[in-house]
C-alpha cells in the first residue's frame, strides 16, 4: 500500500489535486451549518469584499468551537482520505487509460457519503442526516445511536481507509490478467 501512495505523491500535481479536494470537502463540512448566513451576507453588496472574505475565513474557526473532538477528527479525516483517494484514482485511471475498477470506487463514494452523513457540530448535531430523516419521521433514530449519529462519520472514516487501501494496491498490481 505505501509503495502505491509514494508512486502517485511523488508527482506534485497529485499533491495539489488531494490537497484541492480536501480543502473543498472541509469547507463544505465547515460552512454547510452556515448556509442561510452566507446566503445573506455574500450578494449583500453594501458588505465589502474584505468583510465578507474575514467571515468566510472566521466561519472555519468553527471546527474548534462548534465541533465535538470526535466529530471534529472525522470531519478533518474524512477531507483528506477522500483528498488521497481522489489522486489516486485518478492517477490510476490514467495509468489504465480508463479501465476502471468497482470496489475502490464504490467504497469511496460510500465512504463520503457516509462521511456527509455524519456531518455535524457540537449545537446541531448530524446535520444533514437529521434534515434527511427528518423528511422520512425518523429523526428520533438518532436518539437511540450511542454516539448520536456520529457513528456515520467514523464509517465514512472507514470506508475511505478502505477505498485507499485498495486503491493504492491496484497501482502496484500487475496490469494484466491472471492466468490459471
Do not use: H
Not at 129 to 146: E, F, M, R
Amino acid at each position: 500500500m505505501m509503495r502505491g501512495l509514494g508512486k502517485v505523491f511523488r508527482n506534485v500535481q497529485y499533491i495539489l489535486l488531494a490537497l484541492g479536494v480536501a480543502f473543498v470537502v472541509f469547507a463544505f463540512a465547515v460552512l454547510l451549518p452556515n448556509t442561510k448566513l452566507l446566503a445573506q451576507v455574500i450578494p449583500d453588496m453594501s458588505i465589502p469584499l474584505g468583510a465578507k472574505l474575514a467571515l468566510i475565513g472566521s466561519l472555519f474557526g468553527a471546527i474548534q468551537t462548534n465541533f465535538t473532538l470526535l466529530s471534529a477528527s472525522y470531519t478533518i479525516a474524512i477531507a483528506v482520505l477522500f483528498g488521497v483517494n481522489i489522486a489516486l484514482f485518478v492517477y490510476y485511471i490514467r495509468a489504465q487509460r480508463g479501465a476502471l475498477g468497482g470496489t475502490n470506487s464504490a467504497a469511496g463514494i460510500g465512504g463520503l457519503v457516509s462521511g456527509i452523513f455524519g456531518i455535524g457540530c457540537a449545537a446541531c448535531g448530524t446535520f444533514i442526516l437529521t434534515w434527511v430523516l427528518g423528511l422520512v419521521g425518523a429523526a428520533g433514530l438518532l436518539s437511540v445511536l450511542p454516539l448520536g449519529g456520529e457513528e456515520f462519520g467514523i464509517l465514512g472514516v472507514i470506508l475511505l481507509l478502505y477505498a485507499v487501501g485498495i486503491t493504492a494496491q491496484k497501482i502496484n498490481s500487475p496490469q494484466v490478467c491472471s492466468v490459471d
